[in-house]
Structure formats: structure tokens, C-alpha cells
């Protein structure tokens, strides 16, 4: 049995760990609400824009359509765009987008595979993997946002107008709930068609043209989807982090309950020691 010293001093440093980890709940359920409204926030501006770039997009000439709408024949080349955090601590959130990459890249054997890794777990876990990483965005103490959006989003439409990508894909966790993060992945580009089988039947007047309005819609439409998975990210993030901080004060709680009764029995056990100590003692004194 451990000592009665050994024991208290190890009570203290679970009540301390205890401590920060209940800060740290504290923080990330503060964080998570400003995250989820401005996640929910982003998606209905998300759906209507995207019903506006169907609608331009099928009333375009299919002979002059954009590049971006074009589908390769074949995917030799893919970019795959993973959001994951800066930091630790919070579950198995990062774990299942690593997993979830992973699997994307097995479906995925045939074809070469560039990962950009946002934040610092993905770029430390791929760059150690046969993958190449073509761009790393870690240590954003706010963050992802609207910048770093713009501009993943203007290189990869670059790139695949240049034909030096045939796919890109983006992998993020969408929020649900702070005990429900899902690992998803998306299909950048090419953008894909409507699959509704809806059709706007009245006439707009288009000022500029249509097929101007559909370049600026596709380039915007790109952003919002990166800047809607980082929102998304960020609030499953704090979601999960919350979640792991209020089950690591509940295992503290439960392990000083059990140091607690360790020490009173060997608190006891000591004094049971003294006392059969002294009756020896006196005893021997009789005899």
C-alpha cells in the first residue's frame, strides 16, 4: 500500500489538474457558442447561393460553359484540403478526420494525392506519411477565417482552370452538436450539378451577362464552402473539446473519491499500528 504521504500529495495534483480542466470546459463552452451561431449562421447564405449558382449555371450556353464546371474524364491528380486543430485536448476530434483522410486516400490508390493541411495536427501527422503536403496553415490563435478562405479558394479555381489538378476535395468535421462532430468530405471542384431535378421556370434579367454572373457566383460560391467548413470546424473543435475536458473533471472527481478512501484506509491503518504499538508497549512494561 502506498504511503499516507504519497497519497495526499498525489490527491493534490488531481485536485489541480482538476482545476484547469474545469476552466478549460469553461472556456470552450463560452468559445462554443459564439462558434455554433456563427456556424449555423453561414449555412442558409451557403444553400441560397448555391440555389442561385444552379439557376445562372443551367441557363448559361453549354458550349461556352465555365471552366470550373468542367468534369475531367479521368482524376490523375486530386487535392484534398483537411481542417483540423492547432491543438490538442479534445477527444477524439482529430482522430476521426485523420481517419476519415486516410480512408479517402485508400479509395483514392491509383490516383496522386496532394493534401493542405490547415492546422498544426494534419501537417504534423502527413508530413511523415508517403503524401505530399503542399501547403501547411497552423498556429491561427482566432483560427481559420475569411482570408485564408480567399485565398485556398483562388489557388485551387487557379489550378484546376490550369488543368494541374483534376479534383479538389475538401474533408472537415461538421457540426451537429457538442457530443456529435461528423467527419465529412466534400467535392470542391469541379462544382457539381444540381441532383434535385428542380427548375426555376421564371425569366431574370441578367445584368452583366450570364456567363460573367457565373464566374463571379463559382469563385464565391468556392469561398463561402471553405469558409462554411472552417466555421464548422471551429465549432466542432470547441464542441469536442468541451465534451473531453467535462469527462476528464468527472474521471478527477472520481479518482480523488477512490485516493480519498485509499487514505483514510491507510490513515486507519496506521493508527490501528500505534495503537497495538503502545498496548505492546505497556504490556511489556506489566510484565
Known sequence: MASLKSIRKRISSVKSTQQIT??????????????????????P?????????????????????????????TERRIDLLIVTSDRGLCGGYNAQLIRKAEQFIAEHAGTQVRVTAVGNKGYMYFRRRPVGVAEQHIQMPAGPGLALALELSTRVAREYIAEETDGVYLLYSRFRSALSQ??????????????????????????????????????????????????????????????????????????????TLAMNRARQAAITTELMEIVSGAEALKG
Open 182 to 259: 461528423v467527419p465529412t468530405v466534400e467535392r470542391l471542384l469541379p462544382v457539381p450539378p444540381k441532383t434535385d431535378g428542380s427548375s426555376d421556370t421564371l425569366d431574370y434579367i441578367y445584368e452583366p451577362d450570364e456567363a460573367t454572373l457565373l464566374d463571379r457566383l463559382l469563385r464565391q460560391y468556392i469561398t463561402t464552402l471553405v469558409l462554411r467548413a472552417f466555421l464548422e470546424s471551429i465549432a466542432s473543435e470547441q464542441g469536442a473539446r468541451m465534451t473531453a475536458m467535462d469527462s476528464a473533471t468527472a474521471n478527477a472527481r472520481d479518482m480523488i473519491d477512490r485516493l
Open 45 to 73: 447564405y451557403a444553400d441560397k447561393l448555391s440555389t442561385m449558382l444552379q439557376t445562372v449555371a443551367s441557363r448559361v450556353d453549354a458550349d461556352s460553359g465555365h471552366p470550373l464546371l468542367a468534369e475531367r474524364p
Open 22 to 43: 474545469k476552466a478549460m470546459k469553461m472556456v470552450a463552452a463560452a468559445k462554443l457558442r459564439r462558434a455554433q451561431e456563427a456556424a449555423q449562421e453561414a449555412r
